[in-house]
């Protein structure tokens, strides 16, 4: 990486101005035409140096640029950051340089949490906005091409014959010409797929590139394989295809509804994609919630917990004019209030165990394709071999024995039919007073489904989270 001409210092990238600028001598420069003398020297740069800072918490590793300390870890929060060596990785193809600034980013996340009623507090704090940190995230963009005869597969009513219906089949040809450049995935297994998905970047804008523009940034070294998301972005580039053609009338005509276009991975280019990421801890330090920025587009993607405090008031609240409807009702009789808390139990156990599963899903990381594929190795025979059994979430006593409690209680009324009513109120009351309790188990879980274990629990051997 270059260094001012002038005094030799370090250079930071100005996100605004899209400059380099000396922040011993003042000297600005644009990283293009600062670039030039090197490339000159060198055309074919191949890697770039800079040094790492290792986690000695979790692991996790970030290369810096410049003389620049990393104060805390991105990855668990962790301030026990120790500088590890220098280093020299393979230089990237392309890279999209930071276009919105961290007060920009900063103030997109401020926006996007607002809009959470039940969002706590901790997850506003100035201490959260201070740790956000621009880093280069490693990607891969695709290009896929198909070129040629397409056949798919029509069928159409023909006519009927006594107890036979007869349809005529056809091969449906169409000569494609299409490309697609610009798909592209995350590299890093630490980066969860459904963040990079969630806020994609625009890989038209990309450019060659420019150790420069590093400058003042973090970077992460990718650790997944290229060829890992080849289907995924054939899918991408079929699936739109396949919306174009449903519009043309021919395939309609010949009844074909899903036309199919096979598309090819013709080339791979590495990069680096600009993003500001931030980690915070929950309340109760087992658990870390994720922020991240699109440094391009400004767009934010952040696991939002729920404050139960603040979702019982604004459920009593709510639950003022449904009072008012009700008294509107001449009568209602003590049975009703019974099947009433049954239903609500069925609803609520029902509301409990999907959430679960979804916990299993977002601990075990299955949807997460960049991460499991570190977790098969190959043998010598090509078979695969799994090698981290993840833990599942259970539906556990403490969940379901609410629901059952309130629903045996509400059933014994119903089958023995009391003549006084203060058993259907008194019972009413403990099942609806369970089933609201119930409500905080499932905000827990909710809290859980949008959290990630610490990672240094990971590393240790083990989710201790639950």
């Not at 120790?82 to 900063?106: G, L």
């Not at 007073?433 to 959290?451: A, C, K, M, Q």
Request: charged fraction near 25%; aromatic fraction near 14%.
């Amino acid at each position: 990486m270059a260094k001012c001409p002038h005094c030799g210092a370090e250079f930071e990238y100005d996100v605004k101005k899209k400059s380099v600028y000396c922040a011993y001598c003042g000297s600005q420069f644009n990283p293009k035409e600062l670039n030039k003398d090197v490339k000159k020297a060198k055309k074919n740069e191949s890697v770039i140096s800079g040094k790492t800072y290792s986690c000695t918490q979790c692991g996790a590793t970030l290369m810096t640029f410049d003389e620049t300390a990393v104060t805390f870890c991105s990855y668990c929060s962790s301030q026990n950051i120790v500088e590890n060596e220098v280093v020299k990785e393979k230089a990237p193809d392309v890279i999209i340089p930071f276009a919105k600034t961290e007060e920009e980013c900063v103030n997109n996340y401020k926006r996007a949490i607002s809009h959470f009623l039940f969002s706590p507090g901790y997850m506003k704090n100035d201490m959260v906005v201070k740790k956000f940190r621009g880093i280069y995230m490693p990607y891969a963009i695709y290009k896929l091409v198909h070129n040629g005869d397409c056949i798919n597969k029509g069928k159409k009513y023909n006519h009927r014959s006594g107890d036979y219906v007869y349809y005529d089949d056809f091969d449906i040809h169409a000569v494609v010409d299409a490309s697609y450049d610009g798909v592209s995935f995350d590299l890093l297994s630490k980066f969860y797929d459904d963040y990079s998905q969630s806020i994609p970047f625009d890989a038209r804008k990309a450019e060659e590139f420019n150790p420069n523009y590093l400058a003042g940034f973090y970077a992460d070294k990718g650790d997944v394989e290229v060829d890992t998301y080849n289907s995924d972005a054939c899918l991408i580039a079929s699936n739109d295809s396949t919306r174009y053609m449903k519009s043309q009338k021919i395939f309609a005509k010949y009844g074909c509804t899903t036309p199919k276009v096979g598309f090819g991975v013709t080339d791979k280019r590495y990069a680096m994609f600009p993003m500001y990421f931030a980690s915070i801890k929950s309340k109760d330090d087992k658990h870390i919630h994720y922020a991240a920025i699109n440094g391009q587009t400004g767009k934010v993607a952040a696991d939002m917990p729920i404050s139960f405090p603040k979702y019982i008031i604004f459920s009593l609240l709510m639950s003022i004019p449904i009072f008012l409807v009700i008294n509107l009702i001449p009568y209602i009789l003590p049975r009703a209030i019974s099947f009433f808390v049954i239903i609500m139990s069925i609803i609520a156990w029902i509301i409990c165990t999907s959430q679960l599963n979804k916990c299993n899903d977002r601990y075990g990381r299955y949807n997460d394709k960049g991460y499991t594929s570190l977790l098969v190795e190959v043998d010598e025979n090509g078979n695969k071999k799994k090698l981290k059994k993840e833990k599942k979430y259970k539906m556990k006593a403490k969940y379901w024995v609410k629901y059952l409690i309130a629903i045996l209680l509400s059933f014994i009324m119903i089958v023995f039919n009391p003549v006084n009513d203060a058993y259907y109120y008194g019972t009413a009351i403990i099942g609806l007073v369970l089933i609201i309790w119930s409500f905080n188990d499932l905000v827990g879980i909710h809290n859980t489904l949008v959290s990630r274990p610490i990672p240094q629990l990971e590393k240790r051997g083990g989710d201790e989270s639950e």
